[in-house]
């Protein structure tokens, strides 16, 4: 029974030390500052800007869609059936804001980046292949020039010195 539980904890440390793992939960928790952020950049600028042509507040935007929207001041209960439109376009800027964020502040950086640093690589592999070509280049030299230095002539054999070194092959 003590092996099934190192099992299952063993199991359970290497799910949480996963890279993907701890990479999400910093993801969340960077995600929620930065929500407060964007909510802060929407009420404090946004909804101004919007407030100069109508509210400041775009959760007051709504339409009625059924009889009159008006609350009842003895009960406070809504009569009619309001549709909250405002809050969803605040919403919805929330979220674009929140994405031109992440993608003009973290994503187009880092794809510059990255095709930065695979051009660099490739570039690196390039001057590898040419020094590869030209070290395979200056061996092929060696080998021609000491057959022809064993065979007195050219490379491929013909002419130069015979088996001995001397001219002819004589001795």
């Known amino acids: ?41 929407v009420k404090g600028i946004i909804n101004p800007l919007v407030g100069a042509f109508g509210t400041q507040d775009l959760d007051s935007y709504s339409s009625c869609l059924q009889g ?17 439109w405002g809050s969803v376009l605040s919403a919805t800027l929330s979220f674009l804001i929140t994405a031109a964020v992440v993608y003009f502040l973290v994503v187009l950086p880092m794809a510059k980046y990255l095709a930065r640093r695979a051009a660099m690589q490739a570039a690196k592999d390039g001057v590898q292949e040419t020094l590869e070509v030209s070290e ?18 050219a490379p491929d054999g013909s002419g130069g010195a015979g088996p001995g070194g001397l001219p002819g092959g004589d001795r």
């Open 136 to 153: 395979l280049e200056v061996l092929k030299e060696i080998r021609d020039a000491l057959l022809a230095q064993r065979t007195g002539g």
């Open 68 to 84: 009159p929207c008006t609350t009842n001041p003895q009960t406070g209960e809504m009569e009619g059936i309001r549709m909250l």
């Open 1 to 41: 029974m003590s092996e099934k539980k190192v099992s299952l904890l063993e199991g359970f440390k290497a799910f949480l030390t996963r890279g993907n793992v701890v990479d999400l939960a910093v993801a969340v928790v960077i995600g929620a500052a930065f929500t407060n952020i964007v909510n802060a950049f």
